[in-house]
């Protein structure tokens, strides 16, 4: 039998020495801690579809290569990022630079090459009544997207723009409609919250415009925008 005290009771018993000096008391215990050092995707792949838009447009994204390091659960800290990706096995997108997870904040060089314009119909002219045959678009930039409590504009790009091979036809008409051979918007300056548009020059080269007046008296520029 085990002799009457030889166990003591945890209520009376005295604290352990080791342990009280591991943790004094009062002392809060840290927090986790994770740092990863690089993180890499190579030759990754995203299936897209919008289905907000009739008819719902689809989007393959790949390869997406995207890397960034000195990783932490500080979200307020920036983290730099490099990402390059190809869209619909044309368009090609960079971005490099720093983004900040909380709150949501970015400061990137962005570029985007030879995307066809087609491609951006649904998003920029949903509602025209013309078909985009051809044509490409590039830019070049610096994007900022700041923190809602930023007294900066919310969002902000600028940077050159360039559309080349231009070819638009009239549905009604099935004939050109607006071509041109290339257009270039030199230091475009956007800003979102407040909303303004800067822009140096505009460089237009070979334009061709069809205008036709209706037998209802219509010009096809209104019945094609409208």
Do not use: C, M
Request: proline fraction near 9%.
């Amino acid at each position: 039998p085990i002799p009457a005290g030889a166990v003591p009771d945890p209520a009376t018993a005295a604290p352990d020495p080791a342990a009280a000096a591991s943790n004094p008391a009062g002392a809060a215990v840290a927090a986790w801690q994770v740092a990863v050092r690089a993180v890499a995707v190579e030759d990754g792949a995203v299936a897209l579809e919008d289905r907000s838009r009739r008819p719902v447009q689809r989007f393959r994204i790949a390869p997406v290569e995207f890397r960034t390091r000195d990783a932490s659960l500080d979200l307020a800290r920036p983290l730099p990022v490099e990402f390059a990706a190809v869209v619909n096995d044309h368009a090609r997108v960079r971005a490099t630079g720093s983004v900040t997870l909380a709150p949501l904040a970015a400061s990137l060089d962005v570029a985007l090459e030879r995307a066809r314009l087609a491609l951006l119909k649904p998003y920029v002219l949903p509602e025209a009544d013309l078909e985009i045959r051809r044509g490409t678009l590039d830019l070049a930039g610096r994007l900022e997207l700041r923190p809602p409590a930023a007294a900066a504009p919310r969002l902000s790009f600028a940077g050159d723009v360039d559309l080349r091979d231009f070819r638009s036809v009239d549905r009604a008409q099935r004939e050109d409609f607006v071509t041109f051979a290339q257009v270039r918007v030199e230091r475009l300056r956007y800003t979102q919250g407040p909303d303004a548009v800067a822009i140096d020059r505009i460089v237009v080269r070979e334009p061709y415009a069809r205008a036709i007046v209706g037998a209802d008296g219509v010009p096809n520029v209104v019945a094609v925008l409208d």
